[in-house]
């Protein structure tokens, strides 16, 4: 007697293979776009906080008695130098901050914060955040 082997697939076991795998990959682009919102508020953050920093940097070492200053207007961070210009970082849209506009001027030689003292901004992104906190020194937390 010859036994009948049968090749391949049901169409059940198909459907149900196919449904398990499109469960899982929902589930992976869910977790990927918020890492991605993870990503953009920490870079945005790290970006704010390296030029509080370098501002400080910069009233210390001054050697040209400038005036140095950090601002936001709109989405725009600025570090200014004598009232001009000379870095800059554009906040990605999906990034707020609190307080929605500021002016920071530091102090030559401590690089203190002249303007608040301690200073505190709150990014916020898909219901996110991260906070930065600039003591009245200026050094970043």
């Known amino acids: 007697m010859r036994l009948r082997m049968h090749a391949g697939f049901t169409l059940f076991e198909v459907i ?8 899982i990959s929902t589930l992976g682009i869910i977790n990927l776009s918020r890492l991605q919102s993870v990503f953009v508020l920490r870079s945005s953050a790290d970006e704010i906080r390296s030029m509080i920093q370098y501002g400080r940097e910069l009233a210390v070492a001054n050697k040209d008695m400038a005036s140095y200053n950090l601002s936001l207007s709109g989405s725009v961070v600025k570090l200014q130098k004598n009232g001009l210009e000379f870095s800059r970082y554009v906040v990605p849209q ?18 203190g914060v002249q303007t608040c003292a301690p200073c505190q901004l709150m ?8 906070i930065i906190n600039i003591q009245s020194n200026g050094i970043v937390d």
């Not at 149900?16 to 469960?23: K, L, N």
């Not at 707020?96 to 030559?108: M, V």
């Not at 990014?123 to 991260?130: A, H």
């Open 16 to 23: 149900a293979v196919m449904t398990v795998v499109m469960i």
């Open 123 to 130: 990014l916020t992104s898909n219901g996110l955040n991260e």
């Open 94 to 111: 999906k990034v707020t901050i609190n307080p929605s506009s500021f002016s920071w001027i530091f102090s030559s030689i401590t690089g």
